[in-house]
């Protein structure tokens, strides 16, 4: 919601065109309001008073790395050119709590980096490295070493199959193509939920699968079948899911 409706065009939104817009969707005003709480804790953005109603505000972080899961629906990860070189980081944290801890592995997956062990992360290019490193940066008393290197034993699947789990991935994949093949909205608010649904739900693939390139793949991989999906989708859904939120805004504010 934030992502495909807010954070393009600003930081804030008034708490009460939240709670209707999700209400849209089935949450009831309590389920979105302990969810914008929640993310307040998480630190992903702040809640303040401002003439008589709440105003949400996403903190900087959690702006960008919704721009960029934006950016994902238009701009695919390009596999094309990949070089066979991994971005291995070596994430090293002392005196963190568990809480942090928890944080920087969250934002680690967020980014799509697969995980073996022992603080070492790995990414097939050197996709998003500033904003990882970034991310890296703001925990205290986290220190990372960032390689670029060849796999040379085990074999790259192995590896690959260790890191990310590939069966997981697919199966969320073929979930997406099975839900939003089917889907036949007609109204302005039915398209407004099935887009809504449908970024959210591509969101979580690509952020699962950070482009992992073709040659570590299974030869069916549905990762292109869903690209193609989210395109079509896309050129017919989208618009008319911004304009019901746009009158819902104008609405609720008046």
């Given at each position: ?8 065009e600003n ?35 702040t809640t ?10 996403l903190r ?195």
């Amino acid at each position: 919601m934030l992502g495909e409706y807010v954070a393009p065009e600003n930081s804030t939104v008034p708490q009460a065109i939240l709670v209707k817009a999700l209400g849209a969707l089935g949450h009831s005003p309590a389920a979105v309001r302990q969810a914008i709480s929640r993310s307040a804790r998480e630190g992903a953005l702040t809640t303040t008073r401002r003439g008589g109603g709440a105003v949400v505000e996403l903190r900087e972080q959690a702006r960008v790395m919704l721009l960029r899961g934006a950016k994902a629906l238009d701009t695919p990860a390009d596999d094309t050119d990949w070089d066979g070189l991994w971005s291995v980081f070596v994430v090293r944290t002392q005196g963190q709590d568990q809480r942090s801890r928890y944080r920087l592995r969250t934002s680690m997956l967020l980014e799509g980096l697969g995980y073996l062990g022992n603080g070492v992360w790995l990414a097939p290019h050197r996709r998003f490295h500033d904003e990882i490193l970034s991310a890296l940066s703001a925990e205290p008393g986290t220190e990372v070493t960032v390689l670029s290197s060849r796999i040379e034993h085990p074999e790259v699947l192995d590896v690959v199959e260790r890191a990310w789990d590939l069966d997981a991935i697919a199966q969320r994949y073929d979930r997406f193509i099975d839900e939003f093949d089917q889907r036949a909205p007609t109204t302005d608010q039915e398209f407004f939920a099935a887009w809504t649904e449908l970024v959210h739900a591509w969101r979580e693939c690509v952020i699962t699968e950070p482009g992992l390139p073709a040659e570590v793949l299974r030869p069916d991989w549905p990762r292109d079948r869903g690209r193609e999906l989210v395109v079509a989708r896309r050129a017919t859904w989208r618009a008319p899911a911004h304009a019901f939120f746009t009158t819902l805004a104008e609405n609720t504010a008046q």
